[in-house]
């Protein structure tokens, strides 16, 4: 369960490292991306360990990494402001 965690620490983090060089302009301060990628992974590999049950080590790391991506997508913005259509009318 050590290496589980601490490898699914290590992709949630190498995840958000990528997303943070990837989209710097649509995410917020580096330290929060990075800490939810990490923290991510680690949750992941809890509820797919708890899911799946030892043994499954891969399954495991596939699991941490499916979570920390989701999670580190609902820190995403938009990549512009939206602007306000009016109609002709208005």
């Known amino acids: 369960m050590f290496l589980e965690a601490l490898g699914s620490a290590l992709l949630g983090f190498a995840l958000a490292w990528a997303a943070v060089h990837r989209l710097p302009d649509r995410l917020p301060v580096r330290v929060i991306v990075l ?47 939206r602007r306000l259509r009016r109609s002709a009318t208005v």
């Not at 590999?45 to 043994?55: C, E, F, I, K, S």
């Open 35 to 81: 800490a939810t990628g990490t923290l991510g992974g680690v949750f992941g590999a809890l509820v797919t360990h708890g899911a799946l049950g030892p043994g499954h080590f891969l399954a495991t790391l596939i699991g941490a990494v499916a979570v920390a991506a989701v999670l580190l997508s609902l820190l995403i913005r938009p990549a512009s402001p």
